[in-house]
């Protein structure tokens, strides 16, 4: 369990799976007791985070929260580490949507 | 939000190109007018010893002709400050004399005949030198 | 022998990249309105240039993070988010005006109808950022905007009074119509520290995977490449001055620039002007369109970069075919690309903060930086810069409201 000063350090860093992989951002935190216990990730996050604007960057964005509880972060240096792969916490859903239509075109894969 | 509001009303404000013309904006017109008619001495006269390619002398005299012709289109049609009527569409009409000579040399621009000729009309009519 | 020749390549490739349809615009149109008055605010916004960009290299290099990633860290979220939503703006308002730029060079050059140019050249860039890897880009953009080089030999046969253009790089107020010579400060420098480039190049470094051993090479590599551009930037004014001020003439379009090397050199002078817009117009297109997805990317955590191809970033790569998309929305309603520059080089200049203050806390930050963080010279420099773009960003829609965009 990381004390909330460690926060500071995670909050709006870049995560990182187990391969490398950008995956998102940490948007939020879970906080229980002044302790992180979860990472949220994810638009549905991004309208409590700035008002106005972010409810139409939320709008836009989707609805999409995600929770990565604090045990699958292997590491916390200039990003968010994570044990596992992407896809397995629901992350980089996106990506993983879109390439079946790239690939499809000549030179993508260059 | 508030900024964007700001935003637009300042776009607004900076686009528009409208509004009386009084005797700033006169001294203004009649540089614009000197300056294009001085463009189009360099373009005519370059034309005339063969340094421009066809379509660079088409195209340039095309845009220059277009920038006067709306020129005259709103000096004839734009409210004037008292007094200053007669000189503003006196200033009208010289623009629209050198949109139509614009025109002779975007329509034929590989004639080097035609280009001297208009380059110093040009040059004329604009002061230049 | 192959690192150096790498250096001087990029150094070719910069100078022909360093310019762009904002500095075409305001370095002619400064030198056609007032002379050589304003040479001495070139030498100024290279060095500015090469500030910011060096720290953003560094911190690249040092954090492995380029400059968006950098400013939602140290900024948060909200902010972040502002500073996003203004890059992307001018950005996109930038890459219109250089789409409508590279289309109307095409138009002199072919004759074809602008109108169908337009989508033609977005198609045509299209195509080349997704088929092309970036390193030839680069070079073949870069190489074919060194044909800009023609406005520096047209500035020394133009004759131009050199005592002059000496007494030009002294700074001083213009006597007639000081609110427009402000105008074209603000513009120059602007121009001059466009924040597209930076945020390319910090990108590029993440990209390079610098270390900070790389960090000498690279700010020589900035040093030698903007200040080089920056000489072009002199003789695109001197041009002015000498050719158009000097019949009488206020360059209003595009190719107007191109007559400036007619005249003293002819016919060769015009074609090298005319490729050399095209290439060095079209490479910033490029650049300015990558920047855009970048920034994006990088807020947002996404996958992203030009070596990750396509189908590697499908979000990144979507991001831009957007942003030429909505570029063609914009230029093809007839807007003038010359006035969209104005607007596209006064904006960037007001955000400019947005972005800079974040990059020049984190280049001071020890934790972050370790030995690589600002030394005295560096802060010295950062600082004094950081009032220069204050003031900058604060004047610029004040005076271009009382000069009605430079019209007066």
């Known amino acids: 369990m990381a004390k909330i000063h460690i926060g500071k350090n995670v909050l709006d860093h870049q995560l990182l799976d187990k391969d490398g992989r950008r995956c998102g951002n940490v948007d939020d ?10 990472i949220y990730s994810g638009p549905g996050v991004w309208p ?56 499809r075109i000549p030179g993508a894969d260059r | 939000m508030r900024s964007a509001v700001v935003l637009v009303a300042v776009l607004l404000l900076t686009g528009c190109n409208g509004g009386t013309v009084d005797r700033h904006a ?27 390619t066809t379509y660079y002398a088409r195209e340039q005299a095309e845009e220059l002709q277009i920038q006067a012709a709306n020129f005259a289109d709103a000096l004839a049609h734009r409210k004037t400050a008292s007094g200053l009527e007669q000189r503003v569409r006196a200033k009208a009409k010289e623009a629209a004399t050198l949109s139509s000579r614009l025109q002779r040399l975007h329509k034929h621009p590989t004639d080097h005949a035609l280009a001297a000729q208009l380059a110093q009309t040009f040059k004329q009519a604009g002061n230049c030198s | 022998m192959s690192k150096l020749l790498n ?4 150094i070719l490739a910069a100078i022909g990249g360093f310019v762009d349809i904002g500095d075409l615009v305001f370095n002619t149109a400064a030198g056609a309105t007032f002379g050589y008055q304003l040479m001495w605010v ?15 290299g560094r911190v690249a290099a040092v954090s492995g993070k380029a400059v968006f990633d950098t400013v939602r860290e140290r900024a948060g979220f909200k902010a972040g988010l502002y500073a996003l939503i203004a890059s992307e703006v001018v950005n996109l308002l930038t890459l219109a005006a250089e789409i409508g730029g ?31 890897k970036l390193d030839w880009i680069e070079r073949i953009f870069g190489y074919g905007g060194l044909a800009l080089l023609v406005f520096a030999v047209a500035a020394v046969k133009s004759g131009p009074d050199w005592v002059k253009v000496g007494n030009g790089f002294i700074p001083h107020l213009a006597q007639n119509n000081p609110w427009l010579y402000l105008y074209f400060v603000i513009g120059l420098l602007g121009a001059a520290m466009t924040p597209y480039e930076v945020y390319f190049y910090s990108s590029g470094g993440v990209e390079d995977r610098w270390t900070p051993k790389d960090i000498g090479l690279n700010r020589a590599n ?6 080089l551009g920056g000489f072009l930037s002199l003789a695109l004014m001197i041009v002015g001055g000498a050719v158009f001020l000097r019949h009488g003439i206020n360059p209003e379009h595009l190719g107007t620039i191109a007559l400036g090397a007619e005249e003293p ?8 002007a005319l490729v050399g817009i095209l290439f060095a117009v079209g490479g910033a297109s490029i650049d300015t369109v990558f920047s855009g997805a970048y920034n994006l990317a990088q807020y947002l955590g996404w996958e992203w970069g030009r070596y990750r191809h396509p189908a590697g970033a499908p979000r990144f790569a979507l991001t831009w075919l957007v942003l030429l998309v909505a570029a063609l929305a914009i230029v093809i309603t007839g807007v003038d690309p010359v006035m969209l520059t104005e607007y596209a080089v006064i904006f960037s200049a007001v955000a400019l903060p947005l972005t800079y203050i974040p990059i020049l806390l984190v280049a001071n930050d020890r934790e972050y930086m370790g030995t690589n963080r600002n030394g005295r010279l560096a802060n010295v420099l950062g600082v004094v810069y950081l009032v220069v773009i204050m003031v900058i960003a604060v004047a610029a829609i004040p005076l271009m409201i009382i000069t009605n965009v430079g019209q007066n």
């Open chain 2, 26 to 52: 006169l001294t203004n017109d009649a540089a614009t007018i000197d300056s294009i008619n001085c463009e189009s001495w360099l373009l005519a006269r370059a034309a005339e010893r063969g340094r421009l």
């Open chain 1, 29 to 38: 935190l879970g906080l229980e007791d002044d302790v992180v216990v979860a």
């Open chain 3, 102 to 132: 590279v289309a109307i060079v095409l138009q002199l050059l072919s004759g074809l109808d602008y109108r169908v140019l337009l989508p033609l050249a977005i198609v045509a860039l299209a195509v080349v950022m997704w088929t092309i």
């Open chain 3, 42 to 56: 070139i030498p100024i916004g290279v060095i500015g240039i090469i500030v910011y960009s060096e720290m953003c």
């Open chain 3, 222 to 227: 900035a040093i030698v490449g903007y200040g």
């Open chain 3, 265 to 272: 050199l002819g016919k060769a002078g015009l074609l090298f």
């Open chain 3, 7 to 10: 250096l001087a390549l990029g």
């Open chain 1, 48 to 103: 409590q985070r700035a008002g106005l604007l972010g409810r139409v960057a939320g709008w836009i964005g989707g609805s999409q929260r995600i929770r990565i509880p604090w045990e699958e972060v292997a590491k916390v240096d200039s990003a968010v580490h994570l044990k596992r792969t992407a896809p397995e916490y629901g992350l980089g859903r996106g990506d993983d949507r879109l390439r079946p239509y790239f690939e």
